[in-house]
């Protein structure tokens, strides 16, 4: 339980920094229709991840070892994303 715990906490953090990134993208002049189909699908999984894991940490849903293989796969998928915004992104400051 306490490994669901963390990687719950982890997704919830790794999604509000995809999503602030994302709104500073469309601060710069950036729109929904130039998102490419591939990072629009990774976010949604990431959104829908961390909705999950709010729900898990405020105890309205009890979640089985499955639903930590899998959000331990979005959070790798995550990280390398975070790394590519903060490091080898063109946009990042």
């Known amino acids: 339980m306490t490994a669901l715990k963390i990687t719950s906490s982890l997704s919830v ?8 990134s994302l709104i500073n993208e469309m601060q710069d002049g950036a729109s929904f229709s130039e998102i490419a189909f591939l990072p629009f699908l990774i976010l949604i ?6 909705v999950m894991a ?11 070892k ?10 790798m998928l995550t990280g390398f994303i975070i ?3 903060l490091f080898n992104s063109t946009i990042s400051d």
């Not at 953090?13 to 602030?20: C, N, R, T």
């Not at 709010?54 to 089985?64: D, E, H, N, S, W």
């Open 66 to 75: 499955e639903f930590l293989i899998i959000q331990i796969f979005i959070l």
């Open 45 to 50: 999984a990431v959104l829908a991840n961390a």
């Open 13 to 20: 953090a790794a999604a509000f920094i995809i999503i602030y």
């Open 54 to 64: 709010v729900l898990f940490l405020a105890g309205k849903i009890k979640l089985i």
């Open 83 to 85: 790394f590519q915004i």
